[in-house]
Every structure is written in structure tokens, then in C-alpha cells.
């Protein structure tokens, strides 16, 4: 997010992770620009009292206790229940744009088409980005990202939520670290908000999904000093509400590996409720999936272990080690030293495409 | 289509059958209700002369010899190059707009969001039916599919324009031939034009690819008659630029039986130009996408064999049936009852949703 000063409006619902998901993933990923956070019902605390995150940044009350503090942005950092548009959030963004704020939107409802915040911006000279809002010229895919030198990886999940975008953020910041200078492709709201860009690939029309995935790769490319790509993953094979997403990002991006990720308290899929399958159930279906475009690996599974005591999670990543046969670990609890591993086993290597089958 | 008298715009081009692709089938499947094709080049002859279909419908030179036809509706049976519209038409669809015609568009481009297209229907009674224009309340999927009594099969392919579209027409047309009520589902524009309802799921934002099938498998079962629901497939697993199209298809429709199309001829993927893999792959990779959601399988192979000899078309419907170990058949050559008759096979029984790995 560059550090320009950030608030995060996360109005009557900081506690909950859930709704709160772009404020958390804000304040997790990129604290150094958050100089306030907005919740009447948390005003006066610190943000980590009530999310664990964001040591030192006050939660204020209000739009005009957050303006003393002089931002340059203001963040849409929780979903609206229902989706819509509370009212007196309205007018808090009608404020900000007019006292000059960038307003950032992961809402469906695009703000740069609503007359009222449009005349507000023009009034007080805000800029409004609607992080949903497609790319007008985008094409479909054509496996163009193949050209890329970096190695791409893409994180795929067990299921939605399961932690592909925290992956993915955690293997970037590991490699840079390390010093393998590593970019990061946001494909939903919160990632492309922590990222600073990025297209939400579930608001595209889906023939051009895979070409949105595509286009994030040579974007990325284009920093020629990138030696890894991780692509956000989004949905699952086996959740059959977004799963054409999910294959979109894969064909699209065409990653050298694969990072599986699960959350491993979770037994059946969401929205649909079906079973979910076993780890090692998912890794078949992910490399059959891509075989006969450019066969590649699931080099290591994320095991996101969250709610568990710590003896328990490593417990479970152990099993999970031992019934896949593949490095696992909690990347947020222990580091993502240990998926950087499995991916540098190939020396960041590049994969061919399918070249047809031998008999 | 509803035999409303229909004219078939084909301007320039209706010798070529890709271009045509809404012509030629229209042509096939709905011929009665078809009195003229418009195309300059083959003013004068009859329609069969030129395609091979339609005989004793007239090709006449201009919408004005059309109109002495009485036509109610214009049909746009062409993809114009380059994926504009060419100056020349535009006048042709104000025309019969003013006229008081229903002009069915698969284009692009939006003629109900054209002034000069809604202001010529204002003045002269016509309307416009955008057949790519997504219905504004779609919905994410949920599995919804699966509550239909009647048994629902899907076309897949082994690439874009294998014959999904054509032997889905055809089975119903062999269903209902036999007495067993069946609906055809159009997902693109020309099985649209074609059964006069459907939804273009290319043109839908991709969230609601899945939600768009399963919509069309409940609207389909609303005839309660209905037995057999067959739901036109698009794209392929195996074709990177289009795949999630087909798995959002394959997981929002959530078929009994898949039937996979295949052109004998064809050895790369069109546009990326992948080599084929043989077609006992297509049917593991198929089965696979669906085995964790609901595990069904390829019941029937369609095999388009169309510009070999009948000879050769025999010997690669017979090598194909043996690598397979499955029913295959020309349903354009040799008729679809081979295709039928491997889905009866199952007395159009519904099949279960995934309900977990057993050990």
C-alpha cells in the first residue's frame, strides 16, 4: 500500500475476522501505512486488543476523529452485512472523498459509478478505486504467461478460506527476505488492497478469467529482477460454486508448482456442505487438472492450523506430512521457510508445457 | 425459435459454415420456421444450393427482397470479421427495426444499448434480443441442480467446436422422437437462436458461471414432463483459454452422464495449439473433475467425422469405440439413438453427490 497514511473503516465490526478480512489482512501485511482504524464500538482501544494485530494504531470513533490524524486514504476494510450499502457509511464516504481521501472499495457495488460519490470527488478532489472493478481491455488467455522467465507458483486451496491468499503472502515475504526477489499477484479484494494492485478474477466475465491470471503474470514479469511469481488462488476444484474460477487461475497463470492449502479443522466445504475429501484426494485432482496443459507438482501443502494448541498443530502437520508424503507447515504460526524449501528444490525452474502423451 | 417467420442475416459470407455458425444452425434444427437467408454473393439460389440445408429457402440479396417475405423476425446467422459491426449492417438492423422485427443478436455487442438500435425500435415496434446479454439476477450456485427428478446429461469436448452443441440438438431430437421428453439447454448464442431461450455463459461474470447453469437445469425442469435434460457444453478441460467455462458448466449442472464430442480430425487444441491427447485421457480428466463434487462418468463418445469418407468414418468410430471401451457414434452421420441408448442404459437414473472417500 506505499505508506500513504490509512484508515480502515471497519465500523461496528473490528472483532470479527470474517467480515473484517481486508482490515485484518491490512493490518497483518502491511501495518506500516495504518495510522487509524474506525469502530465506534472498539473507540479507544488499540487495534491489537481487538484483533491481535496493529500494535500502537488507535481505533477511533468516527470519519472526523480519524481526519485529526491526517490520511491520504481511506479503506473499506469490512463487508457490509447483506452486501448493500449501509446508509451512514454512505456519508462517510461522501466525507472522505470531499476532504481529498483516496477511498478504496473491494465492494460490488463500484463507487466510480454512483453520482454521488463521483460529485463528492469532484468536489473535494478524492480519488475513488474500485479494487473490483475489471480492466476494460481484457483479453482471453493465450499462454502467454509460459514466457515469463520467473518461476510462478500458485497457491490452491481445499476449499474457499482456506488460507491461499496468507500463503501466498507469506512465501513472498520469506523469499525477499532471503533475497530472491519475489512478486506478489492479487486476485480478490483483500489481497489486491494489501498488494496496491492486482484484478478480482471473480468479477470478470468468464471468458476472460484465465486471461485476467495471464495478464497478472506478465504485469508481474515485468520486474525483470522477479525471480518467483505467486499467483492469490481463489475457490477449489471441489467447491463446485467457484470452481471454474479456480481452474481459470490455473490455466491462465500456468504455475510451475502448486502449494496446496487447507484449514485443518475443516470437514465439510462451505456454502454446499460436501464432505472434504483427504489431502491426498485433492493433490491428484489438482495435478490431473493441470496434466494435459503443463503438468506440474503440489510441492507442499499449507496447513493452516488456527484454534489448535500448538502441540496439537504440529501434530497434525506431521500426519498431513506423513499422508501426502510432502512438506507441511502453518506458515503464519512457524514461518513459510519450510514451502520455499520445497519450491527451491527445483531451483525455481521453469516447466514445459503438455507436449503429448507417451505410451 | 417458435416458427415465427424468420429472415437469416448472412451477408457476404454464407458459404462459410464457421462464420455462419447461427446460420447453418438454425438451418439444421429449425428450419421450418426460416422463409429467406440475406446474402448479396448468392442472391438467387436456394438455400441448399450454398449450405447443404434449408431447401427451397430462398438466399436473396438485401433486407428489402426479405421484407416482401413478411418476415416477423431477423435473426444475425453471422459473425462479422474482426468482431465489429459492420457500418452497412447497422442500417439493415434500423431498417427492420423500424419495420416492427424482432432482430436476435448474438454479437457482443449490446444492440439494447444502442441509441440508435432502442430509438428505431421506439419508432417502429421492433425488439431486440440480445442473446450474449446476461440475465440481471443471477445467483452463485449451490448444488440446486441436483434437486431436478428428471436425469441431466452434459456435453464435454475435447476443445472449443468439437460438436458439443450439435449432438446435444441431436440427442433431444432422438428422445423426443422416441417419446421421452427432452430439453435442450443452449449456453451459447447459436443453441440459443436456436431453442429461442439460454443464457450465453461465456458473457457472465465468472462468479456466476455455475449459478447460470444451474439456472438453466431448473428452468429446463420446470416442464415437469421432462425426463431427459441435455445441457450444451462449451470449451474443454483440456483448452486453457476456455477450461473454467467448462468445469463451472460441469459443476453447476451437475449431470448423470457426461457424453464427450470430438472432432476425428483434429490433432491440436485450436488457439493455443496444444497437442490432443488421446481420448481415453479426456475421460480420466473428466471423470476426475467431477469425482469429489458427484462422481458420474462418460457415458458415449460423439464423434464428428465430417469431411472423411464414410468408409474411414466407420474404421475411427470402430478404433475409437475400441480404445475407449465405450458407445461411439457420428450422431450428424449415423444419428444420435447409439448415444441415447447409452444413457438409457441407466434408465435415466439420477446419480448421488460425492459423499466421501472410502478406505
Redesign the interface.
Known sequence: MNNIPTVILAEGAFEDDGLCKTAYGLLRYAPESIIAVIDSKNSGRDSSEVSGLGHGIPVVADLDAALKLNPKRLVIGVAPAGGGLPAEWRKYLVLALEKGLEVVSGLHLILGEDKEFTAAAARGGGRIVDLRKEPADLQ????RAQQVSAMVVLTVGTDCNAGKMTTSLEIVREANERGITAKFCGTGQTGIAIAGWGIA???????F???AAERLVLEAAADKTARLIVVEGQGA??Q??????????M??S?PDALILCHRATRRFTE??N??L??LK??I??YE??M???KPVKVKAVSLITRGMEESTARRVIDESSRETGLPVIDPVRFGAGVLLDALLDDSLKKQP?????KY
Chains 1, 2 share one sequence.
Open positions: 482471453v488467455a493465450s499462454c478474477v471473480d468479477h470478470v466475465l468468464s471468458d478469467t484465465a486471461g476444484l471441489t463446485p460454486v467457484y470452481s471454474g474460477v479456480t481452474l481459470s487461475l490455466h491462465g500456468l456454502i454446499v460436501l464432505p475429501p483427504p484426494e485433492h491428484i485432482q490431473e487438472a496434466r494435459l496443459v508445457l503438455y507436449s503429448g502423451t
